[in-house]
């Protein structure tokens, strides 16, 4: 693969006003130190109205798109393959935001995570523009996560920072780009992750029974998700927006009701 172009970060942008900014607006009404959403907030994630949904989706646009312009394909050109590489201007924005500071070197993380990964699923929904979801902010995402976790990584791994260890409602989101993914090692990335996740859990006693409660229903979706993937090697609902030919396969699953996680096809 070439080399990439020098990238870096618009300091005016990418700031810690933007990181708090992210996880305000993400985890609105989480009490300190839950490890579960509160009902209002787990509505918000994964059950809103179609009112309430764009009304998020306007907060999240005029909180977040300067942002994500900054970083669009037109500023930051990259290959449709995921690497460290990639990665690198935002590990760069970890270590230089929180120079031996693990606290803080964490929530800039989840910050990155979240921003990349779901703050575009808010803002690029229609057929135009999903097409910068699936083949842009996913792949910067996903090679953040892989970085962030693999041993070469040079800032302390965040879903092991105490905070979120034990926290259902932080630590699934660091690994949501893997559930996004189309590759199936990817899936059985996160699927291990949350093994480990839930073996902890365990480990940490009758008190965290709620969280456990809560990441088993979160494994079910990445199983749902992985079949998927292992079934057609891709997400078939992304094939017109991605102007893929559908296999007839994939055209008869999607016309008896195959998963389309809300979107449907476009």
């Known amino acids: 693969m070439a080399s990439l172009r020098p990238f870096a970060l618009n300091k005016d942008i990418f700031n810690p006003g933007l990181y708090k900014r992210v996880q305000s607006v993400w ?17 918000q994630w994964w059950m809103a109205s179609p009112e309430e949904k764009a009304s998020f989706d306007t907060t999240c646009r005029t909180n977040f798109l300067r942002a994500l312009e900054s970083i669009g394909p037109d500023k930051y050109q990259i290959p449709i393959t995921p690497s460290p590489a990639i990665a690198e201007p935002f590990i760069r924005g970890i270590t230089e935001q929180s120079p031996e500071n ?8 989840l910050s990155f995570i979240i921003l990349l990964d779901q703050i575009p699923r808010n803002i690029f929904r229609t057929a135009s523009t999903l097409p910068l979801v699936y083949n842009h902010y ?4 996903l090679s953040l996560i892989r970085h962030l976790i693999s041993p070469d990584s040079p800032v302390p791994r965040p879903d092991h920072y105490p905070l979120y260890r034990l926290s259902a409602a932080h630590r699934f989101w660091l690994y949501m780009p ?12 996160i699927a291990k992750l949350l093994a480990e996740f839930r073996a902890e859990l365990v480990e940490a006693g009758p008190k ?3 969280t456990m409660t809560y990441l088993d229903r979160g494994a079910g979706h990445q199983k749902t998700h992985a079949s998927i993937v292992e079934r057609f090697g891709r997400y078939p609902h992304r094939n017109d927006v991605l102007e893929r030919q559908a296999t007839e396969e994939e055209r008869k699953w999607l016309e008896e009701g195959g998963e389309t996680f809300g979107i449907g096809k476009s």
């Open 27 to 43: 985890f609105a009404g989480l009490p300190k130190g839950a490890t579960i959403p509160t009902p209002e907030l787990a509505k």
């Open 102 to 109: 693990d606290e803080s070197s964490a929530s800039v993380a």
């Open 138 to 141: 996913d792949v910067i995402a």
């Open 178 to 189: 893997f559930m996004h993914s189309e590759s199936l090692a990817d899936h059985q990335i």
């Open 208 to 210: 965290y029974e709620d």
